[in-house]
């Protein structure tokens, strides 16, 4: 897939400003912004075209969120420190190395920023400057959705909090997206995604049966609340077409954590009992149901019922454990979970996982490698699912992304545009959304408010 550049305008007023003063510009009375237009490039329009997203989130959960509402079809202008860019720019290795011809230095764009800020346009921009936070006032009060991830009141000193905002745009939805939320005794308290699964529950349940708690291989509670907050977002913007007002949206990592312990969460509050701890593999209320040896690595069996499991023991070669009294219900192979185990690995590691797949093939029982990252990007159904695609990235060349997951019959989301670089589109942002000039922008260049 090319890159692939919007330039539909509606209603765009391109006002020349050549012998105005910043100060000036920022206070002029009227002026458009450009909308960017999905249906040019999909030929539908996407479920969120025609709304435009302020960006003010950095690291994952933020930008997670607002890379789906981008995926949508939004208009994202993510904001992002002049110099420092989004803190995942700096993390890495890898990196997409910039093309010799692309003028630009340096090791290259982070693995990280590309896999969560596609389908945005970045503007380098300061709040330091009185310029700067003009600049996003103006913005935010032609936006439909501001996103955030800042300690509860820090943005309230540039008038950037919620209560500020609304009195000029009384339509805007804001989320903010922070570790443990607006209000309660740790709401100060900055907030990670390791550091939540540890105190909300999920490192606790993580990891194998006897061994330490662990956290989980990506950044899941981050994941889920990206997930959370874009719903949500989604569900503000049906709130306002009937209501015409906008909303706070309160977001925190430690509510999401604690909301996504579902089942686990629900036997502790209806049994009042300590949980079952960790459990690797496998499954505290159903035998066998975990992951096995092989010859040359492991398969995950779910014999989720007696008819499953009367087909796993068929393919195993062992049919008469279907009529053992031991294992004969779900409850007796739970009691006698060791045991039947370590039967099952004694006869899967003497084939290799290949061939246990074959055996199962068809049958109806859940199974499946364990595929390492790399076995899943190459994998046949992901590729035939379209879930990694390429597209062209004017600094580093040709990229590969893990696309976006959800299929729609009429309305596709598609990759757009790549991943910017830090301050690609300021030019562009403030020209085309707030009419200056080539001289104004220099000039806020000059005086370190944008990028």
């Not at 009375?29 to 479920?47: D, E, F, K, Q």
């Not at 002049?82 to 890898?94: I, L, Q």
């Not at 990670?192 to 330490?212: C, K, N, Q, W």
């Not at 598609?414 to 670089?421: G, H």
Request: charged letters at 20%.
């Amino acid at each position: 897939m090319s890159q692939i550049r919007g330039k539909a305008v509606s209603g765009l007023a391109r006002l020349s400003r050549s012998g105005s003063s910043p100060a000036q510009w920022l206070n002029a009375a009227s002026y458009s912004i450009r909308r960017y237009s999905a249906a040019a490039v999909s030929g539908t329009p996407l479920p969120l075209e025609g709304y435009r997203v302020l960006d003010m989130t950095r690291v994952l959960a933020g930008p997670y969120c607002t890379q789906i509402l981008g995926d949508l079809g939004a208009e994202v202008i993510k904001i992002e420190h002049p110099t420092r860019g989004d803190d995942t720019r700096a993390w890495g290795p890898p990196y997409a190395k910039y093309k010799p011809e692309s003028g630009r230095e340096g090791p290259g764009e982070s693995a990280y920023f590309l896999g969560a800020n596609r389908n945005k346009k970045s503007l380098g921009l300061s709040f330091q400057h009185q310029g700067g936070v003009d600049i996003l006032h103006k913005l935010a009060a032609k936006c439909d959705i501001l996103v955030e991830n800042y300690l509860p009141g820090t943005l309230k000193k540039y008038s950037m909090d919620y209560e500020s905002l609304r009195k000029i745009n009384p339509g805007l939805i804001y989320a903010s997206i922070t570790g443990y939320g607006q209000t309660g005794p740790y709401s100060n308290r900055a907030g990670y995604d390791v550091m939540v699964e540890a105190e909300f529950g999920l490192m606790h349940i993580t990891g194998s049966r006897d061994g330490p708690p662990v956290k989980v291989g990506v950044a899941v509670t981050d994941l889920t609340t990206g997930l959370y907050t874009s719903n949500s977002i989604m569900a503000a913007l049906l709130s306002r077409a009937r209501t015409g007002k906008g909303q706070h949206i309160d977001v925190a990592l430690s509510d999401c954590q604690t909301a996504t312990l579902a089942n686990i969460a629900s036997s502790s509050l209806i049994s009042g009992k300590k949980d079952s701890g960790r459990w690797g593999t496998a499954h505290p209320s159903i035998v066998p149901y975990r992951a096995f040896k092989t010859k040359d690595g492991d398969i995950l069996i779910g014999g989720g019922n007696d008819r499953l499991f009367g087909v796993l023991c068929d393919g195993i070669g062992k049919p008469h454990w279907k009529d053992d009294a031991k294992f004969k219900t779900n409850a007796d192979r739970v009691a006698h979970r060791n045991e039947l185990e370590a039967e099952i690995e004694a006869i899967t590691q003497q084939k290799t996982t290949q061939e246990w797949l074959e055996v199962f093939e068809g049958s109806g029982m859940p199974y499946a490698a364990i595929n390492d990252v790399q076995g899943t990007l190459n994998h046949s159904h992901t590729k035939a699912r379209d879930m990694v695609i390429e597209i062209d990235h004017e600094y580093c060349g040709p990229i590969k992304m893990v696309n976006t997951p959800v299929k729609y019959s009429e309305t596709q989301p598609i990759v757009r545009t790549p991943p910017p670089v830090l301050g690609q589109h300021t030019d562009e942002i403030l020209s085309e959304h707030l009419g200056l000039s080539e001289a104004d922008i220099a000039t806020l260049k000059d005086q370190g408010v944008v990028r």
